[in-house]
């Protein structure tokens, strides 16, 4: 299995720019995406593609990389964001992380 | 607007079956892949199955091989799950997600709301 690895969490301030990591433990090419989940409620998608952002997602989400490497970064941070983050790859199967929770300071 | 409605869960012991459904509206369910992703609680994400639009191919993770089987209605727009031989470990929310491709690389673009699935005796 391709396994995904996030840091577990992170703390910011609104109106910070904030880069939420995901490590593939093979090479995906651009076959990552990006998922937003509050709690109680089910995934959104952000980001396909690696850098593709899905249609009525903000622009202050963005997604970059390649092989194994990838980011999704939130320029500016709004106190809305507070979720947690998954990063999925379907270059192998389907295979998800472990997630990033993001807190606002 | 797309819509997924997940039922069918409930509290079943170790060994039993129960078979989820998931209630589609707003697009043209014959025309997209589906997809069944579960979360444990206070856990992360994991796919279990996918099936085709025409429904002639069923994918499903390693562990619920040969335990639960994907399949669709295109009639009734309708995905199902059913989970025979159920174990504890299987315990979580499913969800139900269309699924689109970008040069072939599949994402989930409408979730349900979800059902949650507990195995315990």
């Known amino acids: 299995d391709t396994v995904l690895t996030q840091s577990p969490a992170l703390a910011v301030s609104p109106g910070e720019r904030v880069t939420i990591s995901c490590r593939a433990s093979e090479s995906v090419s651009t076959g990552m995406h990006w998922y937003q989940q509050k709690p109680g409620q089910q995934p959104k998608l952000l980001i396909y593609?690696?850098?593709n952002l899905e249609s009525g997602v903000p622009a202050r989400f963005s997604g970059s990389g390649s092989g194994t490497d990838f980011t999704l970064t939130i320029d500016p941070v709004e106190a809305d964001d507070t979720a947690t983050y998954f990063c999925q790859q379907s270059w192998n199967d389907h295979t998800f992380g472990a997630g990033t929770k993001l807190e606002l300071k | 607007e797309v819509q997924l409605v997940e039922s069918g869960g409930g509290l079943v012991q170790p060994g039993r079956s129960l078979k989820l459904s998931c209630a589609a509206s707003g697009f043209t369910f014959s025309n997209y892949g589906m997809h069944w992703i579960r979360q444990a609680p206070t856990k992360g994400l994991e796919w279990v199955a996918s099936?085709?639009?025409?429904?002639?191919?069923?994918y499903y993770r390693d562990s619920v091989k040969g335990r639960f089987t994907i399949s669709r209605d295109n009639a009734k727009s309708t995905l199902y799950l059913q989970m025979d031989s159920l174990r504890s470990e299987d315990t979580a929310t499913y969800y139900c997600?269309?699924?689109?491709?970008?040069?072939?690389?599949?994402?989930?673009?409408?979730w349900g709301q979800g059902v949650m699935v507990t195995v315990s005796s």
């Open positions: 099936i085709s639009p025409s429904g002639g191919s069923t």
């Open positions: 593609g690696a850098s």
């Open positions: 997600a269309t699924g689109d491709t970008y040069y072939g690389y599949t994402y989930f673009d409408y």
